[in-house]
């Protein structure tokens, strides 16, 4: 009897062991903007995708709105492993390697389309691996869009900006944009800028469509300029160390879901930028104002320096890489 219940005993253990060892692996996606953007969008899909190919052995669970983690913590988060995923925009790896600056500057991109042929371009590809010897590895570039210049008061030429305060991602480069216009640059997180135009700690801010529209910045904003002078893109990145640890089934089920919701997020960016811009419109509480060629000229001359500036850090023949990605 006791060498039965001692059968059973073992059986139950291992039963328990065998479920243990079949609880999902948790991925934790942490982003800082709204379900309905771009990014947004794309996490939900990969999330999707991810359990789908891999059902039972992967739970990804997405936290939009800076619900986790700030723009300030999500990349100190990432190393420490409070998250498995996240999505910063390009101008947050900075302190991690200069090169990445090459998408912060000004004027460096025609469209989209440009940086979609730069960042498939061999040297694109190798930006994503640039940061490995720092603990992160990136899986994918994701679109938000071109970025618009946005004010609580009329602007049109680079003068019409001067002395005004603008929020900004945390970026050298960005920073020296500003100064370049004679404005003075705000270092301040994505999820404080709506209150911070209401207030007017900040005077203005430079944005995509889609997030001017789905955090409702044109509400608090005078102009909006369609300047498209630089862009806000995502690099995903893992802690490398997690990723190198994980199954070879898992980490191949994950690229494949990455790949695929790359795409799909991609593909609908321009779509929901050019909506939100009607949704901007049709609200009538910002005026969005177009530049001319001699205009645009104007900002593209006093921007230019900060080409010069960056680059001995970004490199010439990057620079000359992303350039050659115009048509």
């Known amino acids: 009897m006791k060498k039965i219940s001692r059968i059973a005993m073992l059986a139950a253990a291992g039963l328990f062991s065998a479920n243990l060892m079949a609880a999902p692996i948790v991925v934790k996606f942490s982003h800082v ?21 891999l059902p039972g052995k992967v739970e990804v669970q997405v936290f939009p709105n800076s619900q986790l983690f700030g723009d300030g913590k999500e990349l100190e988060a990432l190393l420490l492993g409070d998250v498995q995923f996240i999505a910063p ?13 090459v998408f912060d500057l000004p004027f460096l991109f025609q469209d989209i389309a440009a ?5 498939a371009s ?20 994701w679109h938000n869009g071109m970025k618009q ?6 602007i049109l030429t680079p003068d019409t900006v001067k002395g005004l305060k603008f929020r900004i991602q945390p970026s050298d480069v960005l920073e020296a944009q500003f100064k370049a216009l004679n404005s003075s640059p705000q270092k301040m997180a994505f999820a404080e800028v709506y209150q911070g135009l209401q207030t007017g700690v900040v005077d203005g801010q430079e944005n ?39 199954p070879a089934d898992v980490q191949k089920g ?58 001995p850090g970004i490199g010439a023949n990057l620079i000359k890489a992303a350039q050659a990605s115009n048509k």
């Open 33 to 53: 903007v709204a379900d309905k953007t771009p990014k947004g969008q794309a996490a939900l899909k990969f999330k999707e995708l991810a359990e789908k190919k």
């Open 89 to 101: 925009s390009l101008s947050k790896f900075d302190r991690y390697t200069k090169e990445i600056a």
């Open 115 to 119: 940086v979609d042929r730069f960042q």
């Open 122 to 141: 061999k040297e694109g590809q190798r930006l994503l691996n640039v940061m490995e010897s720092k603990g992160i590895i990136g899986l994918a570039y």
């Open 149 to 154: 210049l946005s004010a609580n008061k009329p």
């Open 208 to 246: 995509t469509w889609s997030n001017i529209y789905s955090k409702k910045f044109h509400e608090v904003q005078h102009t909006i300029l369609e300047s498209n002078h630089g862009i806000i893109d995502y690099m995903v990145v893992t802690n490398a160390g997690w990723w190198k640890k994980l």
């Open 254 to 311: 994950l690229k494949e879901a990455m790949d695929e919701a790359t795409k799909y997020g991609n593909d609908l960016a321009n779509s929901i930028n050019e909506a939100d811009k009607k949704k901007i419109i049709a609200d009538k509480k910002a005026k969005i104002v177009s530049l001319n060629k001699a205009q645009m000229a104007a900002w593209q001359k006093a921007m230019a320096p900060v080409w010069k500036q960056f680059e």
